[in-house]
C-alpha cells in the first residue's frame, strides 16, 4: 500500500460518510435546546421581572448548570456522541468541557491535576475569543469612536 | 413565533458546524474557536444584537453569542474609561458564564467519580 492509497484509507474511515444524516441531526438538537432557550428567557424575564440581559445570563447559568450535571452522571458523553454539534456548538459543550476535563484529571491532584487541565479544552475558545475581541474592539472603536 | 425563529436560527448554526466538520479536516476545538471569532466579527457593527432581535433570545445560546459579548463588552468599556476600558471591560457581560462553568464544574469534580 502506497502513501496515497494508505491516505485515502484513512479519511475515509476517520470521517462518517452520512454528511447530510448529521447536519439534520445537529440540526433538530440545536433548534430544540435553541427554542427551549427563548421559552427559559422569556419565562424568566415575566417570571422574576428581569431585564432581558440579565434573564439572558440566568438562561446561560441554567444550560451550562444542566451540561456540568449531566457531565457529572457521566450521561453528556454519550448524549455529545448522539446529538454531535447540536450540543458541543451552544454553551453546553464550553460548559462540558470544562466539566468533563476536570474530572478526568482530578485524579492528578488538585493543583497539577485540577488546576493546570481545567481549560485544557475550553482554554482556545477564551484565548481566541479574547484575542480576536480585543481587535475587533479596536475597529469598533476606530469606526464609531 | 419567536419561538420557532429561535428553532431555526440555532440549528442553522448547529447545522453549519456540522457540515465543516464533516467537510473538512477541523476538529470540534477549531470549529468552537472559528464560531467565537465568527461572533465577534459580527459584533463589531452590531449586527449580532440585530439577529438576536429578529429571531429571538435563542441566539444567545450557541457559542458565537461569547464572541458577540466578548466583542461589545469591550467596546462597552471603551466607552466608560477609555483604553483600559478594552481589557476591563471585556469579560462583564460573559464572566457570569465562565465563571459559572469553573464553579459548577469543580463541585462536580469533587463529588463526581472519574471513568476508568
Known amino acids: 500500500m502506497d502513501k496515497k492509497e494508505y491516505n485515502d484509507l484513512v479519511t475515509s474511515k476517520s470521517k462518517n460518510p452520512n454528511i447530510l444524516e448529521d447536519a439534520f441531526i445537529s440540526f433538530l438538537a440545536g433548534g430544540v435546546l435553541g427554542a427551549f432557550y427563548e421559552i427559559l428567557t422569556c419565562w424568566y424575564i415575566e417570571m422574576f421581572n428581569l431585564t432581558d440581559q440579565i434573564a439572558l445570563g440566568w438562561s446561560c447559568l441554567t444550560f451550562i448548570a444542566i451540561a456540568v450535571i449531566l457531565t457529572g452522571f457521566a450521561v453528556f458523553d454519550d448524549i455529545v456522541a448522539k446529538f454531535k454539534f447540536g450540543v458541543i456548538i451552544p454553551i453546553t459543550g464550553f460548559a462540558h468541557s470544562v466539566a468533563s476535563a476536570l474530572i478526568d484529571y482530578r485524579r492528578d491532584g488538585f493543583i497539577t491535576g485540577l488546576g493546570a487541565n481545567m481549560f485544557k479544552l475550553a482554554g482556545s475558545v477564551i484565548l481566541f475569543g479574547s484575542v480576536s475581541a480585543f481587535l475587533f474592539a479596536i475597529v469598533k472603536v476606530i469606526i464609531y469612536g | ?116
Open chain 2, 1 to 116: 413565533m419567536r419561538i420557532f425563529t429561535s428553532f431555526m436560527a440555532v440549528g442553522l448554526i448547529c447545522m453549519i458546524a456540522s457540515l465543516i466538520y464533516d467537510t473538512t479536516k477541523f476538529t470540534p476545538g477549531h470549529i468552537t474557536s472559528l464560531f467565537v471569532v465568527i461572533g465577534g466579527l459580527l459584533g463589531i457593527f452590531g449586527f449580532y444584537d440585530v439577529l438576536m432581535d429578529k429571531f429571538g433570545y435563542g441566539l444567545g445560546l450557541p457559542i458565537t453569542s461569547f464572541g458577540n459579548s466578548l466583542v461589545k463588552s469591550a467596546y462597552e468599556g471603551f466607552q466608560e474609561c477609555g483604553f483600559f476600558g478594552l481589557f476591563r471591560g471585556m469579560y462583564v457581560s460573559t464572566s457570569a458564564g465562565i465563571s459559572g462553568a469553573i464553579i459548577l464544574s469543580f463541585i462536580t469534580a469533587l463529588i463526581a467519580k472519574p471513568k476508568d
